[in-house]
C-alpha cells in the first residue's frame, strides 16, 4: 500500500523533536545540585559491601513498620471480643420465677442471727428491746408472719399511736378544716398539744378510744384497745395503750398499702432532728417516733416505721426500748443500732407487697 505524500517528512520532524526533548531533560537533570548529591550517595551505597546494604535495608524497614503501628488512624480502636466457653450459640428462654407464696417467713439464718444481734445490743447498752418485722401487706391481710427479737413484746404506745388517730379522723363525715395542719404538728412534729387536738375531733374520750381503735383492726391489729384512762400522770390516757410490737408492725405495714391512709402517713416521712435517731437514719425511711417514761421513771423509746431493707423490700416494724433511768441517750444508741441490723439482717420479707 503506497504511502501518503509528505508522511515520511512528518515522521523525520517527530523523532527529531523526540531526541531534542531527551537531551534537554539529561542536561537539566545532570546541572541539579541534589542529582549530584543523590549519584554521589548512590555511588557510594553501590561501592559498599553487602553486609553493610543490607543492614541499613533491615534499620529502614523496622522504622517504616515501628511508624505504621503506632500511627493512629482517628477511630477509636474496636472492642475485644472475647468468647465465653459457658455461653450457648443459641439463646434459651428463661423460666419467669413464681411468685413467693403468702405468709412466707424470712430467711431462718437471717432472723437468727438478727434475734442473736439484738440480744447483744440489749446486754451492750443496758436496755430491753422489743422488736417486730413483717413485710407490707394489703389491708385486712397479712401476707408474710410478723418476727418478733429482744426480751420485750409490749410497751406504752406513746406518740405513735397518733398515726392510726389520724387516719380515724381522715374517715369522718365531716373532715376538720385545718386537717393538714393538724396532721403535721401531731405526726411531723410529734407535738402533744397536736395529739390531743386531734383526738378531739374524734368525740368523748370513749368515741374517741372507739373510732381509734377500729383502725387498728382495719389494719391487722385484733388485739389492742385504746386506752381511755391511765394511772400515769401528765400524760393523756391513749398514750399509755399498751401496743404490742408485733401487732404495731402489722398495722404499720398494712396502713402502707391503704389508701384511706395514705395522707396520714405521707406526714411520716418529715421528721425533725429531735427524732431522726434508730429507723429515722435509714435512708427513705416512714417514722412516728416518741419517747417518754415509765411509771418507774425510767426512759421508754417507742418506734412505728415502714422502711426499706437492703434487698430493697418495704417493712413495717413495731420497736420499744426501755432503759436505766436517766440513760435515754443510751437507749437511742441502742436503738441507731438496732435499725442497722435491721436494715441489712430482715431479708426474706420479698413476699410482702400491696
Known amino acids: ?12 520532524a517527530r523523532e527529531q523533536r523526540r531526541k531534542r526533548l531527551i537531551a534537554d531533560l539529561r542536561g537539566l537533570v545532570s546541572s541539579s545540585p541534589i542529582a549530584g548529591r543523590t549519584r554521589a550517595a548512590s555511588g557510594k551505597i553501590w561501592r559498599s559491601p553487602v553486609w553493610l546494604v543490607t543492614l541499613l535495608m533491615a534499620v529502614v524497614l523496622i522504622g ?15 472492642p475485644a471480643v472475647v468468647a465465653s466457653s459457658s455461653a450457648s450459640e443459641t439463646p434459651t428462654a428463661t423460666a419467669t420465677p413464681s411468685a413467693a407464696p403468702a405468709t412466707t417467713a424470712p430467711a431462718t439464718g437471717d432472723v437468727a442471727d438478727l434475734e442473736a444481734q439484738v440480744s447483744a445490743i440489749e446486754a451492750r447498752y443496758g436496755v430491753q428491746i422489743g422488736l417486730a418485722i413483717t413485710g407490707v401487706s394489703p389491708t385486712g391481710t397479712q401476707l408474710t408472719p410478723a418476727w418478733t427479737a429482744g426480751s420485750l413484746a409490749s410497751g406504752p404506745a406513746l406518740g405513735t399511736i397518733d398515726v392510726p388517730m389520724g387516719v380515724a379522723v381522715l374517715g369522718l363525715d365531716l373532715v ?14 410529734s407535738s402533744l398539744s397536736g395529739d390531743e387536738a386531734l383526738y378531739s375531733f374524734l368525740g368523748s374520750t ?34 399509755q395503750t399498751d401496743w404490742s410490737v408485733t401487732a404495731q408492725a402489722q398495722v404499720a405495714s398494712q396502713l402502707w398499702c391503704s389508701s384511706e391512709a ?3 402517713v405521707s406526714r411520716m416521712r418529715f421528721y425533725d432532728d429531735d427524732h431522726s435517731y434508730g429507723f429515722g437514719k435509714l435512708v ?3 417514722l412516728r417516733t416518741d419517747d417518754g417514761t415509765d411509771d418507774a421513771g425510767n426512759p421508754v423509746i417507742r418506734q412505728m416505721a415502714i422502711v426499706p431493707n437492703a434487698n430493697g423490700d418495704r417493712i ?7 432503759g436505766a433511768k436517766d440513760q435515754l441517750d443510751n437507749a437511742k444508741a441502742a436503738a441507731d443500732a438496732v435499725a442497722g441490723r435491721v436494715y441489712y439482717g430482715a431479708v426474706g420479707f420479698d413476699a410482702g407487697h400491696c
Open 1 to 12: 500500500m503506497a504511502e501518503r505524500p509528505g508522511s515520511d517528512t512528518r515522521r523525520r
Open 64 to 78: 517504616v513498620i515501628t511508624v505504621g503501628a503506632f500511627r493512629s488512624s482517628g477511630r477509636p480502636a474496636q
Open 176 to 189: 376538720p378544716n385545718n386537717i393538714i395542719y393538724l396532721l403535721d404538728k401531731s405526726i411531723s412534729e
Open 206 to 239: 370513749e368515741d374517741a378510744a372507739a373510732k381509734t381503735t377500729d383502725v387498728l383492726r382495719a389494719h391487722g391489729d385484733a388485739t389492742t384497745t385504746v386506752a381511755t384512762t391511765t394511772t400515769h400522770q401528765g400524760v393523756p390516757a391513749f398514750t
Open 262 to 264: 395514705s395522707f396520714a
Open 284 to 286: 427513705d425511711a416512714y
Open 316 to 322: 413495717g416494724v413495731g420497736m420499744v426500748i426501755t
